[in-house]
Structure formats: structure tokens, C-alpha cells
């Protein structure tokens, strides 16, 4: 007599730190769109995927998801990864998150920690500020 398991065993497509990888630039690309439209009409927001490869206000993306807290963070980059063009990887990240979200948070973290590793910390001011970035500060100031 053969006994069914319990579960079904599945191998992943890829390894989870690829899906952490792919899961953190859709995030940034989400939110990029997200500052570039602004804030959407009748509650209806559609992310241009014309811009997936080169995200539109990377650097300031970063930045505001450095300033959330972690858990925000990552749903922020499932999110992402859920809204890119269909790369054929969605439907194995959607049956990784009830089940593998523990091992998920961490290869979202550590693959975090390894990109804002290379970054310049902007939340510490500079002892000589730049004349460009002042320039920049003023144009982005609202109007008095």
C-alpha cells in the first residue's frame, strides 16, 4: 500500500536571493513610478513598465526606503515584484510567500544590506554641502 505525503515537494525555479534580487528592483521601480505620477486619480495607479529596466527616481526611492521601517519595506518589494511584466517567476513567488516568508525576509534583508551597503548614507549631512545639491534642495522646495 503507498502513502500520499502530506505536502507536495517542489523545487524552486530560482534560487530565493535571485527572487529577493528581482523583489527589491520592483520595489524600487514601483515606488520611482509611484513618485513620477504622483498621487494617482480616483485611486487608480498604473505603473509605466516602459521604465522596469531604468526606474524613474531611483536614488530618491532608495532613499525613502531606507527612512520605512523593514516591514513596510518588504511588502513594498513584493508588491514590486508582483506589479513587473510577467517574467514567468510571479506564480512560484506567490506560493513562496505563505510558505517560505521567513526565508524570503531574510534574503530580502541581506540583499538589502548589501545594495544600501554601496550607497552614500544621505541621511548624515556632509561637512562641505554641494553647490549642486543646494541648487537641487531649492528647485524641489515648495513654493513660499
Same mark, same amino acid.
Given at each position: 500500500m503507498?502513502?500520499r505525503?502530506?505536502?507536495e515537494?517542489r523545487?524552486?525555479? #530560482?534560487r %530565493?536571493?535571485?527572487y529577493?534580487?528581482?523583489?527589491i528592483?520592483?520595489?524600487i521601480?514601483? %515606488?520611482?513610478e509611484l513618485?513620477?505620477?504622483g498621487?494617482?486619480?480616483n485611486n487608480?495607479?498604473? =505603473?509605466?513598465t516602459?521604465?522596469v529596466?531604468?526606474p524613474r527616481?531611483?536614488? /530618491?526611492?532608495i532613499?525613502?526606503l531606507?527612512?520605512?521601517?523593514? $516591514?513596510l519595506?518588504?511588502r513594498?518589494?513584493?508588491?514590486?515584484?508582483?506589479?513587473l511584466p510577467?517574467?514567468?517567476?510571479?506564480a512560484?513567488?506567490?506560493? %513562496?510567500?505563505p /510558505?517560505?516568508?521567513? #526565508? %524570503?525576509? $531574510?534574503?530580502?534583508?541581506?540583499?538589502w544590506r548589501r545594495r544600501t551597503?554601496?550607497m552614500i548614507n544621505?541621511?548624515?549631512?556632509?561637512?562641505?554641502?554641494s553647490?549642486?545639491a543646494n541648487e537641487?534642495?531649492?528647485?524641489?522646495? =515648495?513654493?513660499?
Amino acid at each position: 500500500m503507498t502513502i500520499r505525503p502530506f505536502y507536495e515537494p517542489r523545487v524552486l525555479e #530560482m534560487r %530565493l536571493e535571485k527572487y529577493a534580487k528581482i523583489a527589491i528592483d520592483g520595489g524600487i521601480w514601483l %515606488l520611482g513610478e509611484l513618485l513620477a505620477q504622483g498621487l494617482p486619480v480616483n485611486n487608480v495607479f498604473v =505603473p509605466d513598465t516602459t521604465y522596469v529596466f531604468r526606474p524613474r527616481h531611483e536614488d /530618491t526611492s532608495i532613499t525613502e526606503l531606507c527612512r520605512v521601517n523593514e $516591514d513596510l519595506r518588504h511588502r513594498i518589494f513584493v508588491a514590486g515584484f508582483l506589479q513587473l511584466p510577467d517574467n514567468g517567476a510571479q506564480a512560484t513567488f506567490q506560493r %513562496l510567500l505563505p /510558505t517560505h516568508t521567513e #526565508m %524570503l525576509n $531574510d534574503a530580502l534583508r541581506v540583499d538589502w544590506r548589501r545594495r544600501t551597503g554601496k550607497m552614500i548614507n544621505l541621511s548624515k549631512p556632509r561637512a562641505v554641502p554641494s553647490t549642486v545639491a543646494n541648487e537641487l534642495l531649492h528647485k524641489l522646495a =515648495p513654493p513660499r
